[in-house]
């Protein structure tokens, strides 16, 4: 349904030639193609054609949005490839005093300085996030605590990674936020996982496994690290399965 309705939208603005609104609607068809259907190609082509569009209508702010959920996609691919426009929109952000593109931005950087194994710069900007976020009262602050969880742990620091975790459940079940949950029971349980708290781990996965509808993205993951923690409590007809 959400689909069929930007549909028509992106095509009523086609016909009255509105760059702008074409644009929106293509990068919300590529948002639900990602996280409702989990088509990673497919929702790629859709940002593609909504850069294209929002260039066409100097929608800067909206080009900043768009390099980040390319950006989210490429992380998934542990492609480095658009650090470059992260880096853009970042500046952009400063420039224009935009907290909420510098909010971004500096989340996708983490990211992005992660897959490049630069977990100091890694931690830099997933904390600049997460100041950004309280400063300024922003409604996606869990997903900066889950990045922020994730930079300690590839840092080896596992006590503030399990703190950054538990900080993400916690607002993320206050706010109702099932998505960021999904992901935040996820890092939770790799860090009981790396502190070799192998059963308890798998709570926190079984907790995601729950929440079937928000997990498509997560959901290979998960899996992969129910099979290593079944390995590793020696449960090996488990972990095959």
């Known amino acids: 349904m959400a689909s069929a309705e930007l549909s028509l939208s992106k095509d009523y603005a086609a016909q009255i030639d509105n760059d702008s609104i074409v644009a929106l609607a293509l990068n919300s068809i590529g948002i639900h193609e990602a996280t409702a259907n989990n088509n990673l190609y497919l929702a790629q082509w859709y940002f593609v054609e909504s850069l294209k569009h929002a260039q066409r209508a100097a929608y800067s702010k909206l080009e900043c949005t768009i390099y980040g959920n390319l950006c989210t996609l490429a992380k998934l691919q542990n492609d480095t490839s658009l650090m470059s426009y992260v880096r853009e929109s970042y500046d952009y952000g400063i420039e224009h005093e935009d907290q909420h593109v510098v909010f971004l931005a ?14 100091d710069s890694a931690c830099y900007y997933c904390q600049r996030a997460v100041d950004i976020g309280k400063q300024n009262g922003l409604n996606k602050l869990p997903i900066a605590y889950v990045a922020l969880s994730e930079a300690n742990l590839d840092l080896g620091n596992l006590e503030g990674a399990d703190k950054w ?27 009981c996982s790396h502190k070799g708290m192998f059963s308890e781990s798998n709570e926190w996965l079984y907790k995601a496994l729950d929440m079937s509808e928000f997990i498509d993205m997560e959901k290979s993951r998960i899996y992969h690290l129910l099979a290593e923690n079944y390995e590793s409590l020696g449960m090996v007809e488990k972990a095959l399965e």
């Open 106 to 119: 500096a989340l996708n950087l983490g990211g992005m300085y992660g897959l490049k194994k630069e977990y």
């Open 165 to 191: 975790a538990q900080t993400a459940i916690d607002l993320a079940e206050k706010e109702a936020d099932q998505m960021v949950l999904v992901n935040a029971y996820n890092k939770k349980a790799m860090v």
